[in-house]
């Protein structure tokens, strides 16, 4: 038996996935603070407009990653991702099935990695905002 289909071991990627909302409230924080910004005049319209592009960006990320969350909780909860890989099939025909738990993970590490990557971004261009604009 793949150790990664025990329930115990889908603590940790639930878990995981779960800081789905600490990323939301980090890139929400810095969104509304470089539109703060873009309101007092203290930045201009393309530094608004990239901090709205990587907000959305973001937020691609954070959405996939609260369908894992809810993704991960059905398989364990069910106890066998055969339904899932089913029902994900019928939804979508022309897509190939993963049919394992390691690339399952894999993926979801990845896209961890992607949201975590692009929450420092939208940090670091306001920040960036706010030292071109003092200077």
């Known amino acids: 038996m793949n150790l990664l289909t025990n329930k115990n071991n889908g603590e940790v990627i639930i878990i995981l996935t779960a800081s789905w909302r600490y990323f939301a409230l980090g890139s929400l924080l810095a969104f509304t603070c470089q539109f703060i910004l873009y309101l007092c005049s203290f930045s201009n319209r393309i530094s608004l407009f990239i901090g709205t592009t990587l907000f959305i960006i973001n937020h691609y990320y954070i959405y996939r990653l609260w369908l894992d969350n809810h993704f991960f909780k059905l398989i ?31 993926g979801t590490k990845k896209l961890f990695n992607y949201c975590l990557v692009s929450i420092v971004l939208l940090w670091g261009w306001l920040l960036l905002s706010i030292i071109v604009k003092t200077i």
Request: net charge neutral.
């Open 76 to 106: 364990y909860h069910q106890g066998t991702d055969r339904h899932f890989d089913e029902a994900i099939l019928y939804l979508f025909p022309n897509k190939q099935p993963i049919n394992s738990m390691e690339k399952r993970w894999s």
